[in-house]
Nanobody, 123 residues
Framework: VQLQACGGGLVQAGGSLRLSCAAS????????MGWFRQAPGKERSLIAN????????SYADSVKGRFTISRDDAMNTVYLQMNSLKPEDTAVYYC?????????????????WGQGTQLTVSS
């Protein structure tokens, strides 16, 4: 599977942005999806994941209440709606396909990765 993330950019603190990740292949709907981010000098970390059927989601504490993950299986796309953005949200954001139907909190639980999209939040 190939994943193509897009939607990053420069936004002011307090603003909103939506990231998209389009996947190729026919089995998109069978797998969990996740969004990760990596800031300079920091490890890549999970910020949100969603189960194969969209009924189960989980978020990192740092984004809970501000970010929303969703999926559109007809479009083979997973989204990350980001509201109330903060400068500390600045990072490269990656989407990934899970190895199973439900999201994992571990990077090793994801087998396919997109190329990343840069988000910069100015203060």
């Amino acid at each position: 599977v190939q994943l193509q993330a897009c939607g990053g950019g420069l936004v002011q603190a307090g603003g909103s942005l939506r990231l998209s990740c389009a996947a190729s292949g026919r089995t998109f709907s069978d797998y969990a999806m996740g969004w990760f981010r990596q800031a300079p000098g920091k490890e890549r970390s999970l910020i949100a994941n969603i189960s194969w059927n969209g009924r189960s989601t989980s978020y990192a504490d740092s984004v809970k209440g501000r970010f929303t993950i969703s999926r559109d299986d007809a479009m083979n796309t997973v989204y990350l709606q980001m509201n109330s953005l903060k400068p500390e949200d600045t990072a490269v954001y990656y989407c990934a396909r899970g190895k199973g139907s439900y999201g994992s909190t571990w990077l090793t639980g994801y087998g396919s990765w997109g190329q990343g999209t840069q988000l910069t939040v100015s203060s």
